[in-house]
């Protein structure tokens, strides 16, 4: 079947082939739609209206296709083509330019594929990688016919219909029924159909089908959404129709029991706390017909009113509370005005409490004043920017990893496997593409995974760092040797560029992104790895030769930016660049050049920076990580110029991302986006759920937010995300490491390949575990805070103090802190209180119980000259409590005190490698056995969930799991089996 001689490239896509129903609205509506008096009932109606309408359209279809006399062949593939040193989608490839079934490209041939059926999604080979495959198949008719196929990729994809080119599209996206849509000219007899589909970086697949899909119905009930608000286009109306589309009320179609599953979805989505839920659910117990739908309805909007309003009323009030606080403290000049602005806020805290009083007892004209109070903290807020500034300071200081050794424990554990990891990457590999970019020579063997496509060059960075962390850490000389060879090796892949330009990749790709005159995957993010890493080897090991290169690249990337204007330099900042503004503040710290400042402010992104410093949720459909180092960049930046504007921007994504977009786990992230508005989780669970690089970010971004505000809530999210997100995610046996942490219930733990993956989270997972020590323990200058319970030796120089933690937890729930000092020093020793706390936390100094109240969420103070010798013992109450979805009370995790339990599931169908060359491995969703659900009193697990014994942190559900109990231990301990964190949980009666 050589067709080469035939092919005829058009090169452009058929999407006018598309019927859109929003084509019709200029004109008429279509014939499905009908109009009732409210929105609710035009929608109820109209979704009867177009089931009907797509039972006559698929009779009609497939009559058609009947009369035609379509006949399919079976698929054949070959592939994949690799495309690392080209673009797959422009490169032509053989099968391209001469289709035969009988021929062999290479070591690739045609395979027949019988069991690939038409109107599934089929998964590709060379997932995760820049590649091609080409599928063929013959479609036979008995005349000659048009007639449209359905198709879907991942990427991008090109299409040959009997040697003409007839669809190219060239695009990154997920593969989904019905992306494009064709209409082909069929000949009588024999077709012969071509597929090329490209991937650039993640999953592979592709769809077929004659017949419309499930891409085709979500459009047309989309649309459908369409149309109604143009017919409905109250600011009420709307509001209520996005309330539901957000709760996904309408998302099944009208069947039967139709009306009293839709009472069931309004009195569900209700506001988790009374009195909305009770009323709901009384309500929605009644419902028999569409009319009765409104009683329960009324109670669904008037909760989701108040808590809309609630919450935002409640976060502004405390983020406006805490800057308050801060800036009072900072700008001593005016803190008279700040108390002014303080005692402005308290008065509004009360209304509000005494509105959310009345509504709660059920008075729910109370609501309309929400919005005012809204309104007034606005303006409180407007005026607090006029309020000057002033000098900028920390209101406490981590130690210097240097100061801080870890003990026997988990962490010391996780942190040697670590330093093993680091000793067992060869240092020539890692600089190998150095060297090839400046034209040096290299027999090193070229890395894997990553280092082999467009973000080569990260993972060096993310070495220089982790290498520094280790030897602050451990003192380990011989590592810094290490690393300081590999940084003298840079010096001279650096020299040879001559120009000050240093990565592994050729300067072109940078420069084509600065300027806009090309793509590249994220050249700035790997640069600032780079620099990332030398500034740390700088300040933690004193090689000067590390800053000298920095300050190259630094002069470097100023004689390029300085030539953009300012919609420029914002273009570029949207492609990903990692934290640049965060490193190129550090390089300020140690240069005092202000041009270093300046450039680090260019970097502020305004698309993403404006709405946080109003305090608006604009991130749905961000990439997280790409996001989380730029905010990283603005508490940087306001530490150095003491800007409200950098602190509002810091404090409130933090408070937003914990609050609305936190998993119990302490990570965020689902298929590295937030696809959804705020406190929207529940439907969020998957195979690629939290990537571990965001978690990194969150950590770092909060470490800043405590040294200006000590507060007990940020440490409590700290050891939260420290214990179930990052000492979790190393593998016990390797020290490999995690990229997602999925969280959808019978999913199981994967980790990078030593020498074949380098992902994100490889590099960032190499500094987690160098790194332990450096948020134990903060200082201020009347004393000391203990903020994690980890074994480990604080030396505090500045009082000539030393500090042992001695500590099991949290196996055993205690921990005593021992102090040596050669003369008696007298300071604050301020010992966290966690919010977990099921009970009094006690202390004991030197054997004798102190009477001190202990307010979970806050600290103890003890205030005393300590002598040598002096011991203070804590004990620590744990319990079991859940943590539930905030859009869906029935799904909830179960944890005891900070740590997140995971039922163990078993090891059916585990996979027998779960060490991946390719991160996206992990997303492909095999059949999971049944996951059990629970049936019991959820406001008493105590009751059916019990300890096991002689097995510390080991529980067991006891006649409640159906279809069988489970056992639950500490996520961070659970290995090689399935496993799950969230479950469902039902009434015990039902």
């Known amino acids: 079947m050589n067709r080469s001689a035939t092919l005829k490239p058009v090169g452009f896509t058929f999407s006018f082939f598309i019927i859109s129903a929003v084509s019709l609205f200029s004109a008429e509506k279509p014939s499905y739609y009908v109009i009732k008096d409210s929105w609710q009932e035009t929608m109820y109606a109209s979704r009867q209206a177009l089931i009907d309408f797509e039972a006559r359209q698929t009779i009609q279809n497939t009559a058609k296709i009947r009369e035609l006399g379509i006949e399919t062949g079976p698929w054949y593939l070959v592939g994949p083509f690799d495309g690392v040193k080209q673009d797959p989608y422009e490169t032509q490839f053989g099968p391209e330019l001469d289709t035969d079934l009988n021929k062999t490209y290479g070591q690739l041939k045609w395979t027949p594929k019988p069991d690939w059926k038409d109107g599934d999604i089929h998964i590709l080979p060379g997932q995760g990688r820049a590649v091609a495959n080409y599928v063929y198949r013959t479609i036979s008719a008995n005349k000659d016919a048009k007639l449209p196929i359905y198709l879907g990729s991942s990427d991008g994809i090109q299409v040959w219909f009997n040697g003409q080119k007839v669809l190219a599209n060239k695009i990154d996206r997920k593969a989904e029924a019905d992306q494009d849509i064709i209409e082909l000219d069929f000949k009588q007899g024999e077709n012969e159909l071509l597929l090329k589909i490209n991937n650039q970086a993640s999953r592979h697949d592709f769809y077929f089908a004659i017949l419309p899909g499930r891409g085709k119905k979500a459009e047309l009930r989309k649309q459908l959404w369409d149309v109604i608000e143009l017919d409905f286009a109250g600011d009420t109306e709307r509001q209520q129709m996005r309330w539901e589309r957000e709760d996904r009320i309408w998302e099944e179609d009208p069947n039967s029991g139709y009306i009293s599953k839709l009472a069931q979805r309004y009195a569900h989505a209700a506001a988790n706390f009374e009195p909305f839920s009770g009323k709901a659910k009384l309500f929605s117990g009644k419902v028999e017909n569409f009319d009765q739908l409104k009683d329960v309805r009324k109670i669904y909007y008037v909760s989701k009113r108040f808590e809309y309003n609630l919450r935002s009323v409640n976060q502004k009030r405390k983020l406006m509370k805490n800057e308050a606080d801060y800036f009072s403290q900072m700008y001593k000049a005016d803190h008279t005005q700040w108390e002014k602005y303080k005692a402005e806020l308290a008065i509004i805290e009360a209304k509000n409490n005494k509105i959310s009083a009345k509504v709660r007892a059920g008075d729910f004209s109370a609501l309309e004043s929400l919005p005012e109070i809204e309104t007034e903290l606005e303006k409180i807020y407007s005026r607090q920017s006029a309020i000057p500034g002033g000098a900028k300071a920390l209101q406490c200081h981590p130690f210097e990893l240097k100061d801080v050794r870890l003990l026997d424990g988990p962490f010391r554990t996780a942190m040697e496997l670590d330093r093993k990891y680091l000793y067992d990457l060869d240092s020539d590999r890692l600089l190998h593409m150095f060297r090839v970019t400046a034209e040096l020579p290299s027999t090193a063997q070229p890395l894997g995974g990553w280092e082999a496509r467009g973000l080569r060059g990260h993972t060096i960075g993310h070495y220089l760092t982790a290498c520094a962390l280790m030897y602050a850490s451990t003192a380990d000389e011989n590592l810094k040797v290490k690393a300081d060879y590999i940084v003298a090796e840079l010096a001279k892949c650096q020299t040879a560029s001559g120009n000050g330009y240093l990565s592994a990749f050729p300067e072109k790709c940078v420069k084509d992104v600065i300027y806009g005159t090309g793509g590249w995957w994220a050249p700035w993010y790997t640069l600032h790895k780079i620099f990332a890493g030398l500034i740390d080897m700088y300040n933690y090991c004193g090689n000067q030769q590390a800053i000298d290169i920095a300050l190259k690249m630094a002069s470097w990337a100023k004689g390029h930016l300085d030539n953009l204007n300012e919609e420029q330099m914002q273009r570029m900042l949207e492609t990903e660049y990692g934290g640049m503004n965060e490193t190129l503040c550090d390089l300020y710290m140690i240069t005092k050049n202000p041009d270093h400042l300046a450039l680090a402010k260019k970097f502020d992104h305004k698309k993403i920076f404006e709405p946080l410093t109003k305090f608006e949720d604009r991130l749905k459909g961000l990439h997280v990580n790409t996001q989380i180092p730029k905010i990283i960049g603005t508490a940087r930046e306001f530490e150095l110029t003491g800007e409200k504007y950098y602190y509002n921007i810091s404090a409130y994504f933090w408070t ?235 799904l909830a995790a179960i944890m005891y005190g900070p740590l997140v339990m995971a039922g163990e599931l078993g090891t059916e169908g585990l996979p027998d490698n779960v060490f991946l060359k390719k991160q996206l491995e992990q997303n492909i969703t095999p059949a999971y056995p049944p996951v059990p659900e629970f049936f019991a009193d959820s406001d008493r697990i105590e009751k059916w969930i019990k300890p096991v014994e002689g097995q510390p942190l080991t529980f067991k559900t006891v006649n409640a799991g159906k279809p069988r109990d489970v056992k639950l231990v500490p996520y961070y301990r659970l290995f090689d089996q399935r496993y799950s964190i969230y479950w469902r949980l039902n009434p015990a009666d039902q």
């Open 656 to 890: 937003e991302v914990v609050d609305a977009r936190t998993y119990c786990t302490g990570g965020t992230s689902n298929h590295e986006h937030w696809r959804t508005e705020p406190y929207k989780l529940a439907a969020e669970l998957s195979p690629a759920t939290q990537e571990t690089c965001c978690t990194y970010n969150m950590l770092k971004l909060t470490r800043h937010l405590f040294t200006w505000q000590p507060n007990a809530e940020y440490a409590d999210y700290y050891e939260t995300a420290l214990y179930n997100s990052i000492l979790s995610t190393q593998d016990p046996k390797t020290g490999m490491m995690m990229y997602h942490v999925p969280l959808n219930s019978g999913h199981w733990k994967s980790f990078n390949t030593p020498y074949d993956s380098f992902w994100c989270c490889t590099g960032t997972g190499l500094e987690n575990h160098a790194k332990y020590g450096d948020s134990i323990y903060f200082h201020d200058d009347k004393g000391l805070y203990v903020n994690l319970f980890i074994a480990s030796e604080l030396n505090w120089t500045d009082k000539g103090v030393q500090i042992l933690q001695q500590t099991n937890f949290p196996e055993e729930q205690q921990t005593t802190l021992m102090i040596k000092t050669k003369k008696p020093a007298e300071f604050d020793l301020r010992i966290r209180v966690p919010s977990w706390l099921i009970g009094p936390m006690t202390v004991k100094i030197n054997g004798s119980k102190q009477k001190a109240k202990t307010q979970p969420g806050s600290y103890l103070t003890l205030k005393q000259t300590w002598k040598n010798g002096d011991r203070i013992t804590i004990d620590l109450p744990m319990g079991l409590h859940l943590h539930r979805m905030p859009d869906d009370a029935g």
